[in-house]
C-alpha cells in the first residue's frame, strides 16, 4: 500500500510568513495526526482527526497554527505568522479505525521547517 | 498529565553485546505502549507494541505496570540496529480519543 504523502519534503522562509504544509494519508485511514518534532526532542502531537472531525488540538499554538481536513482524506497544516522556535520537522500519521491496529501509526517523511 | 521518560539519550554498545533501552511511563489508568523506529533517512515506523508480545528483529519488550517501565531489550546487539527508538503511550480511550504521547528518543550506536 502507499504510505503517508507529505509535501514539501523542505521549507526555509523569514519569520512573519506563511507557510503550509500538506498531508495525504494511507487510504482508509480515518485517523490523521500531525506532530511537531524539534530537534532533540520526541514527537508532540499537535492535532488529531478523525475523519474530519477535530479529536484533539489542546496543543495547538491557534494565534499561529491553523489545520483542516475538510473531506476526511487530505489535510493541511498552517503556520500564519511564523516565529523562528518553529523552526521543525512536521510530521503527519494516520491510523485506520480496525479493533487490532488503532493506535498503530504510520508516518510520512515529514516536512523540514527552518524559520531565518 | 501522561508522560514517557527516556532517561538516555544515546547508548553506545559493540555488536554482540546486550542492549536495554529504558523507558518509563507515568499514566493513571490502563495505556498501550510501543517502541518506534528512525533508521537512518527512513521514516518513523512502529518496531513493536506490547500488546502483541511479540519478537520484532530480535528485540522483546515487556509492560511491568508496577515499575511503570517498558524497556526495551535485545540480547544480541547488531549494527544494523543502528537508529533513533521512541517509546511512546497511547492511552485508553476516552470519548473515542487516543491522544499519543512519545519519548525524547534514545539513540543506540553498535560498532563493529
Known amino acids: 500500500e502507499a504510505g503517508v504523502a507529505q509535501s514539501p519534503r523542505y521549507k526555509i522562509i523569514e519569520k512573519r510568513q506563511s507557510v503550509a504544509f500538506w498531508c495525504n494519508p494511507i487510504?482508509?485511514?480515518?485517523?490523521l495526526y500531525w506532530y511537531q518534532q524539534i530537534l532533540g526532542q520526541g514527537p508532540k502531537l499537535l492535532i488529531q482527526f478523525q475523519n474530519n472531525g477535530v479529536v484533539d488540538d489542546s496543543q495547538l499554538p491557534k494565534d499561529r497554527f491553523s489545520a483542516e481536513r475538510l473531506k476526511g482524506v487530505d489535510s493541511t497544516l498552517k503556520i500564519q505568522p511564523a516565529k523562528l522556535e518553529d523552526s521543525a520537522v512536521y510530521l503527519c500519521?494516520?491510523?485506520?479505525?480496525?479493533?487490532?491496529?488503532?493506535?498503530?501509526?504510520?508516518f510520512g517523511a515529514g516536512t523540514r521547517l527552518s524559520v531565518l | 498529565a501522561q508522560r514517557v521518560t527516556q532517561p538516555e539519550k544515546l547508548l553506545s554498545v559493540f555488536k554482540g553485546a546486550p542492549v536495554e533501552l529504558k523507558c518509563n511511563y507515568s499514566y493513571s489508568g490502563s495505556p498501550e505502549l510501543f517502541w518506534y523506529v528512525q533508521y537512518s533517512r527512513q521514516r518513523l515506523q512502529l518496531l513493536l507494541r506490547?500488546?502483541s508480545r511479540e519478537s520484532i528483529k530480535g528485540f522483546t519488550a515487556d509492560l511491568n505496570k508496577g515499575e511503570t517501565s517498558f524497556h526495551l531489550k535485545k540480547p544480541f546487539a547488531q549494527e544494523e540496529d543502528s537508529a533513533m527508538y521512541y517509546c511512546a503511550l497511547s492511552p485508553e480511550a476516552s470519548g473515542g480519543s487516543y491522544i499519543p504521547t512519545f519519548g525524547r528518543g534514545t539513540s543506540l550506536i553498535v560498532h563493529p
Open positions: 487510504s482508509g485511514h480515518a485517523t
Open positions: 500519521a494516520s491510523s485506520n479505525l480496525g479493533e487490532s491496529s488503532k493506535n498503530i501509526q504510520y
Open positions: 506490547h500488546i
